[in-house]
């Protein structure tokens, strides 16, 4: 089994189909890449839609996505949840948000049952 912990940035804007209130990160490793889109962007019942590709940005097909969502500064942990597909590169996850503040996003990628790529990224709900 291969993990790859990655580092990500955060996008100084949102892609044009998100709202102003969405929260976007784009999370990369050397295998995968993720567009990740928090609607909204703040505490309360949210949506988070992810959008995977290669490290040559085509479509990248997985076999199960999770989500992982901590705030180290309050101690809080949210469960794991497996993300739904909704094509071939798209997945969806819909949770609740219990407070505004820093949150680590930790997505797990299971490309195939013997490769799998493991990301996070710091995220920001109002």
Do not use: Y
């Amino acid at each position: 089994m291969l993990c790859l912990v990655g580092l990500s940035f955060l996008a100084a804007g949102s892609p044009a189909s998100a709202s102003e209130d969405d929260f976007f990160t784009h999370l990369h490793t050397e295998k995968a890449m993720a567009n990740v889109t928090v609607s909204p962007g703040r505490a309360g019942p949210v949506e988070i839609t992810i959008q995977l590709e290669t490290a040559d940005e085509l479509p990248l097909t997985a076999k199960a996505v999770s989500v992982t969502l901590s705030n180290v500064q309050t101690g809080i942990g949210l469960q794991t949840v497996q993300a739904a597909r909704s094509s071939d590169d798209q997945w969806h996850v819909r949770t609740s948000m219990p407070l505004s503040g820093r949150w680590t996003l930790a997505l797990g990628i299971t490309i195939s049952d013997t490769d799998k790529v493991s990301i996070e990224s710091p995220i920001v709900i109002r």
